[in-house]
């Protein structure tokens, strides 16, 4: 059960968030307050202070705001990356190509949101976009999926679109050379945050949120959207080496993508994370061959609760 303390103030009663006692002749903050109701001491105030964090994976699900918290610190959350395709080598089509990499999804970083007390929250995290691996002439990845939070009474606070996945169709092994196009940036909806107020950290100090810069972009109150893959293209003349492009980066450049496979290591595109876009494969190895692109990063939310006065 909640301890709450209310205080009259000539009108009506008003749940205190704060109280103080003179010690001394300095007034200090109580963290829990008492009283005595017939011989036994009864907790009837207590602080609330920052909960833990706690990060979601890729699923769907739902959490009760706790007691006495009216706001959610959204450190970090993403919309899932996109998957990129692999290279392609040709048979005398005059050229090679480069598999483009995927798209990031959309972002927050830091940001403070005004919740109700005990509301449900319900929350999807989106799955990274699977590579394009199959013929590698005509080859399409898959797009990274939503990352959401909603609460039952204060509605939708964002929805994190994930990043686009690449292609690169329209290839004959003779020619003509495919057309590569990169993953899409994924595009986002978010809520007003809370700019200011004092809240009780978990150190047991009192802090305003415009400090909270713990998140990825190091910035508080900060959301944008993902940004596109890159896409090397093609390269001109038989048996051209070209390497692969490199996924989109997430949270404003902050989380690189995956890298891009190497045609003289003979390395596949590295995987994205943190939403971002996967590394598509290179073309044209020494003998003949491509190398393989690479899945979308998962998107995430890491979260705790705050009462903010």
């Given amino acids: 059960m909640a ?6 103030d000539g009108s009506s009663f008003n749940e205190a968030t704060q109280i103080y006692v003179n ?5 200090k903050e109580v963290d829990e307050g008492y009283a005595n109701v017939s011989g036994t001491y009864k907790l009837v105030f207590s602080a609330f202070t920052a909960t833990s964090f706690v990060t979601l994976s890729p699923g769907t699900g739902s959490f009760a705001v706790p ?4 706001a959610i610190h959204i450190q970090s959350a993403v919309g899932a990356g996109g998957g990129a395709v692999r290279g392609a080598d040709y048979d005398k089509a005059g050229g090679e190509s480069s598999g483009a990499g995927g798209g990031s999804g959309a972002y927050v970083s830091d940001k403070v949101f005004s919740i109700s007390d005990s509301e449900t929250m319900s929350y999807a ?3 990274g976009g699977s590579a394009g691996n199959g013929s590698h002439l005509n080859a399409i990845a898959s ?6 939070l909603s609460g039952s009474s204060t509605g939708t606070l964002f929805t994190l679109n994930g990043g686009g996945g690449s ?4 290839g004959g092994a003779q020619g003509p050379l495919r057309t590569n196009v990169a993953g899409t940036a994924g595009t986002g909806t978010v809520a007003t945050g809370l ?3 004092i809240f009780k950290d978990s150190d047991g100090t009192n802090k305003n949120i415009n400090t909270l810069n713990g998140g990825p972009t190091s910035s508080f109150n900060d959301n944008g959207d993902g940004v596109i893959g890159q896409n090397n293209g093609n390269c001109g003349g038989d048996n051209c080496k070209i390497n692969g492009s490199n996924g989109g980066s997430s949270f404003n450049g902050n989380i690189a993508g995956g890298a891009g496979g190497n045609v003289n290591a003979r390395t596949n595109g590295s995987a994205g994370t943190r939403g971002s876009g996967g590394g598509g494969g290179g073309g044209q190895l020494s003998g003949g061959g491509n190398t393989l692109g690479a899945a979308g990063g998962n998107g995430e939310i890491v979260y705790r609760f705050l009462k903010v006065r």
Wanted: charged letters at 5%; glycine letters at 22%; aromatic letters at 6%.
């Fill in 195 to 197: 700019t200011t107020g």
């Fill in 23 to 27: 010690v001394g002749g300095t007034f």
């Fill in 125 to 127: 995290v989106g799955s």
């Fill in 167 to 170: 292609r690169g169709t329209g």
């Fill in 3 to 8: 301890s709450e303390t209310y205080v009259h």
């Fill in 67 to 70: 007691a006495n918290a009216n």
């Fill in 143 to 148: 797009a990274g999926t939503s990352t959401t």
